[in-house]
């Protein structure tokens, strides 16, 4: 037997297992590749010589595996778009997890993200992060009952027929949208964009993706969105579902073109078990298929306009195509897709005064070179630090499994005055965050070389920074197109390198870690809920200040004519026991004028006149025995439902384990009595 074949018999047996068709075909075959540059397919023959370092032979187990094996090896590295329950014994031994607990539900949720980045209105910015931080004010509502109330306090649901008409951008040869291609020269020399339109939000579906369950909403469709528009046309569905959750999002204003149509950057990022986030330099920019306008106002043509003309105007600023620019959407145009236009994050662009290469037509869809928008980065990774920063404490415990989120963040383009700058007209590049995908899609849009090479690039150097070392395995390429934007402060005090071989023995097991950090977001949730209400609360309190004192003498007079002694006799006419008759009855009959006084003690010493009447009536109708069970039943499925999150009938509640059941004790009171 040759040395070579001995040394590949005696190398431990590795498996890797990527789940998922699509992400098979990109993240294992370059896994495959990067095994094959930096590990080595074969021993060498400096195997012979007992060399440290034991080359290993790895097996692919995933389901769509070209190959199969006799062997079953212990699966170090896992990746799936989504758990699933086949690898549910596997996910927390394994060396990396593609998943950080808990981390799907809270960073691929456009619910959660509006709660995590929701920063008061008043603002842009908050407590210690970055200047370049932009955050678009967002709300959370469930329904149309929920869009009601949110509608009402944002001021959609005006009265007033001229609020809706109140968005025009009149006079365009007053204003100028901010285009890409634009050189330097042309930008220094733009007209102020057109001034922001009043009210105008982006509605969301909370749990759709890709271009379905957006609209866009100002007061003149804002009533199409309302039950009361759907009860008159029982043939018209309602637009929001009753039990869905929604996010209204503020429209991004003014938005950078793009060849004037409206734009996003699809950035790639990672957070990683340790609490940094990385932003990778290379992105994709998505454009809309139609020409961006917004104009509300009527026409003028000829002077005399007809009201036909001016309906259609207005919801031509509607339409999907001006607004959507989720790839998938618009590839079916063939005419006006723009493609896949791969972007450099790290190169400047029109804002910089080094970038005079704007009036070229760079990156349309060619793979001749990437469009330069480097000024936007500082903005993009303040928005990332922020949310590594805010979301750490629900998606922690990830160390043992070395888990990661691998991200696609959409970014909307824009730009805000300068208020730091000399020049007071000039303006300032931002870019607004508006969903987060956990992960992206492995595949593109549309197969184009181009294309295929940047998400072969973005993968590669993932398994580059954060998948080799964690699996022993050195890398021989110092370049990583990931860019650190966040580190915890912990990390900042003292780096740490890698070692696989040893990891302290009180690590958390990632799946209760998972439960831990549900249970961490369902009490931040129902906090920001809270929180969030209250502020509407003070504000509708403070707005309605003037109207109760216009009504202050209306209310003192009401106050002065208030009888206390006649409010104190009807509220003891409600309890038989304070009645005149049983006072009388209780009276010693040797002093029957006498009157007894009632010390007020623990609840239910006094008990009003309709619970004596219902529990005499339950008494008489032997309700105890049928009534009284139900009850018992229905709190004893509830509180387990709270507590061990049991569901089902009740016969279904009765056979489960006895670790499940709830026992309803008895009361303080009782309890207290056997003690003494």
């Not at 086949?86 to 960073?107: A, C, F, M, W």
């Not at 365009?172 to 001034?195: G, I, K, S």
Request: aromatic share 8%.
């Amino acid at each position: 037997m040759s040395s070579q074949s001995k040394a590949t018999k005696d190398s431990p047996t590795r498996g890797y297992r990527v789940t998922g068709r699509a992400a098979h075909g990109r993240v294992a075959r370059l896994f495959q590749t990067l095994l094959l540059h930096e590990e080595g397919a074969t021993p060498t023959a400096a195997d012979d010589d007992h060399t440290t370092k034991q080359q290993s032979r790895w097996i692919d187990t995933s389901p769509y595996a070209t190959t199969s094996s006799d062997d079953k090896p212990e699966i170090s590295f896992l990746w799936e778009n989504a758990p699933r329950y086949e690898t549910k014994s596997i996910r927390d031994t394994v060396q990396v997890y593609s998943h950080l607990p808990n981390g799907i539900h809270v960073l691929d949720d456009k619910w959660a993200l509006a709660r995590l980045m929701m920063i008061p209105s008043s603002h842009n910015c908050s407590g210690n992060h970055d200047e370049a931080l932009a955050t678009l004010e967002s709300h959370c509502f469930r329904g149309s009952d929920g869009f009601r109330i949110f509608a009402q306090r944002v001021g959609l649901l005006s009265s007033n027929e001229n609020d809706a008409d109140n968005n025009n951008v009149n006079s365009e040869a007053q204003y100028q949208f901010e285009d890409l291609l634009q050189t330097t020269q042309q930008h220094h020399q733009l007209l102020p964009p057109p001034p922001p339109p009043k009210n105008l939000w982006v509605i969301k579906d909370a749990m759709s993706n890709g271009a379905g369950g957006i609209w866009i909403v100002d007061p003149f469709n804002a009533h199409e969105f309302t039950d009361n528009n759907n009860k008159d046309q029982q043939q018209q569905p309602m637009i929001l579902h009753p039990q869905h959750r929604y996010i209204a999002q503020q429209y991004a204003w003014p938005p950078t073109l793009y060849k004037s149509r409206k734009c996003h950057v699809r950035v790639y990022g990672l957070i990683t078990s340790d609490g940094r986030a990385y932003v990778h330099e290379r992105a994709f920019l998505h454009v809309a298929n139609e020409i961006f306008e917004y104009d509300s106002s009527s026409s003028n043509d000829g002077g005399a306009t007809k009201e036909g003309n001016t309906d259609n105007k207005r919801r031509e600023r509607f339409e999907p195509s001006v607004h959507i620019t989720n790839c998938c959407a618009n590839s079916h145009d063939e005419d006006k897709f723009s493609g896949e236009i791969c972007v450099e994050l790290d190169k400047p662009g029109p804002f910089s005064t080094s970038h005079s290469n704007g009036s070229s037509d760079v990156g349309v869809g060619s793979g001749n070179g990437d469009l330069p928008l480097g000024d936007y980065f500082p903005s993009i990774a303040a928005s990332v630090a922020m949310l590594a920063e805010k979301s750490a404490a629900y998606v922690q415990g990830g160390q043992a499994n070395n888990g990661f989120e691998y991200l696609g963040l959409d970014f909307v383009l824009s730009s805000v005055p300068d208020e730091g700058g000399e020049d007071s007209t000039r303006r300032k590049p931002v870019a607004y965050l508006l969903e987060v995908n956990a992960p992206p899609s492995q595949d593109t849009a549309t197969g184009l070389t181009h294309a295929e090479e940047l998400h072969d690039e973005v993968i590669s150097d993932l398994l580059r920074l954060w998948v080799l070392p964690h699996l022993g395995i050195e890398s021989s390429r110092s370049e990583n197109g990931w860019k650190c934007v966040y580190s915890p402060p912990s990390l900042l005090k003292e780096e740490t390198s890698i070692d696989v071989e040893e990891k302290p023995s009180n690590l958390i097991v990632p799946s209760k870690a998972a439960i831990l950090n549900k249970i961490r977001w369902a009490m931040f949730e129902k906090k920001a809920s809270k929180e969030y209400e209250s502020s509407w609360h003070k504000e509708e309190v403070v707005g309605e200040e003037n109207d109760r004192k216009s009504h202050k003498c209306e209310s003192e007079k009401a106050d002065s004519s208030f009888d206390a002694d006649s409010f104190v006799s009807f509220v003891r006419s409600q309890f038989p026991c304070f009645s005149a008759s049983t006072i009388t009855s209780l009276s010693s009959a040797e002093t029957p004028e006498s009157v007894n006084i009632f010390l007020e003690s623990g609840g239910g010493a006094q008990v009003p006149r309709v619970v004596v009447d219902a529990m005499s009536a339950s008494l008489m109708n032997r309700d105890r025995s049928v009534v009284g069970a139900k009850y018992l039943s229905e709190a004893r499925k509830s509180i387990a439902s709270l507590l061990a999150g049991c569901h089902g009938d009740d016969e279904e509640v009765q056979d489960r384990d006895e670790e499940q059941a709830v026992i309803l004790g008895a009361n303080a009171t009782s309890l207290l009595d056997i003690l003494a």
